[in-house]
């Protein structure tokens, strides 16, 4: 099954250069979808037990991490000026008016649903067991697309969504950096416990 294999490879690196040139959040996410599906077959393509399971959680976290994004795409479009990305952020502040806290939290759920593929902690288990793939889909899990397209949403999110003036000194940053502090010890103490090379790895990308 080469063939097929290397066709998805390649549709992988055409999906994320999508999400790198996404003008807006919607194209973004469209792409953020279309690699999912273009990279689960990639996790499962030997076929044992172990890929199948692993591709099965992989895509399971992946569809729950989507919908959560969703929601926070969805606030964006009610609240925001422009779909497009502005550094700043887009939201229209004389708009929310009572309704910070509830954005907050909608804030929180989009950073924790595209920080699924960035595997930050508690939702970056699927990535150590996924190293049951083939070396070079590790490598694209890893230092190419997957984990590298959740941290580059998450700063799309948050610097040309709803923009730090907005989050800064919030609850929600406090929140959220606590989550980031605790994904990068336990991936760092992991990683140094770990002996399967590529589970090492896994775990050393989810503290980067």
């Known amino acids: 099954r080469r063939?097929?294999?290397f066709g998805f490879y390649t549709?992988?690196?055409?999906?994320?250069?999508?999400?790198?040139?996404a003008g807006n959040i919607l194209t973004m996410?469209?792409?953020?979808?279309?690699?999912?599906l273009v990279t689960v077959p990639l996790v499962m393509s030997?076929?044992?037990?172990?890929a199948v399971l692993a591709s099965r959680k992989y895509f399971y976290?992946?569809?729950?991490?989507?919908a959560f994004a969703f929601i926070g795409m969805i606030f964006l479009i009610m609240y925001g000026d422009s779909i497009e990305f502005i550094y700043g952020g887009v939201l229209n502040l004389s708009a929310i008016g009572s309704s910070k806290n509830l954005l907050l939290l909608i804030y929180v759920l989009a950073f924790m649903g595209f920080g699924v593929k960035a595997a930050i902690c508690p939702f970056n288990s699927?990535?150590?067991?996924?190293?049951?793939?083939?070396?070079?889909?590790?490598?694209l899990l890893h230092a190419v697309a997957v984990v590298k397209s959740g941290a580059f949403a998450i700063i799309r999110l948050t610097y040309f969504g709803f923009g730090v003036e907005f989050?800064?000194?919030?609850?929600?940053?406090?929140?959220?950096?606590?989550?980031?502090?605790?994904?990068?010890?336990?991936?760092?103490?992991?990683?140094?416990?770990?002996?399967?090379?590529?589970r090492?790895?896994?775990?050393s990308t989810i503290s980067n």
């Open 126 to 139: 699927w990535l150590p067991q996924a190293g049951v793939a083939p070396t070079p889909v590790t490598a």
């Open 61 to 66: 976290y992946s569809l729950g991490g989507a």
């Open 167 to 198: 989050l800064k000194g919030t609850w929600s940053q406090h929140l959220l950096q606590i989550i980031v502090l605790f994904t990068i010890v336990y991936g760092c103490s992991m990683a140094i416990k770990e002996t399967h090379i590529k």
């Open 11 to 21: 549709m992988t690196y055409g999906v994320t250069l999508g999400i790198a040139f």
């Open 46 to 50: 030997t076929l044992t037990r172990e």
């Open 29 to 36: 996410y469209c792409f953020y979808e279309l690699l999912t």
């Open 200 to 203: 090492r790895l896994a775990y």
């Open 3 to 5: 063939q097929t294999f």
